[in-house]
DNA sequence: TTTTATAGTATCTAAAAAGTAACCATTGTT
DNA sequence: AACAATGGTTACTTTTTAGATACTATAAAA
């Protein structure tokens, strides 16, 4: 129901982007963004929560471990930068690559539909 | 950079939310959909292929458990509807429930993505 | 009577993701 | 001399996720 286009064509057309591309399109970007912390660290970062220390105090359950694992994956994947400047303490600043501020979209959409479909039907279903 | 609205704004709406509906609005709705087979399962039942033999078929490097324990959680979550057919050889039809089908232009978005930041980039970086 | 079709389950194993706790280097401060 | 601050690393354990394989029921067709 209420697709309008013709369904063998959309078929095709995925297909076609599997073949073509090696790979599920969403599931491409899911790999990228799925971690258990990526979300809250990308947004913190979007708002210019970036040091290292800054953001383990924002989100206390991330391990040191979790986090660092995390930002490097992050890093590799071109979606933060990671500029670390020569002095003592050591000091970090992570900020968003065109790459990483490219899915803000995406996040205002995902962050909606969590909101509307998990989140708050949760808490009517579940008033203790 | 690019951040129109107010920063410490922005940060304060979003803790408020996870504080308000106790976590990750982004994290929880890719809870949903991040498993490894769930997006390609949900696609390819939005277009119609919805018996699980067909499914089967359409993604040969799932295992039969692994597309069972995916379409169990999908439909605990509620985004597919099972409906088994008293028949014999048995007969059972998926299909998307209201909550599944708005996940369409979420889906639309991720493909896009993932195609234009993913999944070509990596084919021009890695011509053999 | 054996095979075919459908839609699974049950059990066990392997691999990946996440968590825990201790450690490190450097400089400035107490 | 000891401690704080920063941004980590290393080794190990636990938990979660995924994969392999064998098994099930029923009716119809060959």
Redesign the pocket.
């Known amino acids: 129901m209420r697709i309008e286009e013709n369904n063998s064509e959309r078929f095709t057309n995925m297909v076609d982007n599997i073949k073509k591309y090696g790979g599920c399109p969403v599931s491409a970007t899911l790999k990228l963004i799925?971690?258990?912390?990526k979300p809250m660290i990308l947004y913190f970062i979007s708002v210019d929560v970036n040091?290292?220390?800054?953001l383990q105090r924002m989100m206390p359950?991330?391990?040191?471990?979790?986090?660092?694992?995390?930002?490097?994956e992050l890093e590799d994947d071109g979606l933060v930068h990671?500029k670390?400047f020569a002095e003592?303490?050591?000091?970090?600043?992570?900020t968003l690559t065109e790459k990483g501020e490219s899915l803000r979209p995406l996040f205002s959409m995902l962050s909606q539909w969590g909101i509307e479909q998990v989140l708050e039907p949760k808490m009517k279903t579940s008033n203790d």
């Not at 799925?34 to 912390?37: D, E, L, Y």
């Not at 359950?61 to 490097?72: H, I």
């Open positions: 799925g971690g258990k912390w040091r290292f220390g800054q359950d991330c391990s040191k471990r979790m986090m660092t694992v995390q930002l490097r990671r670390v003592v303490p050591p000091k970090v600043i992570y």
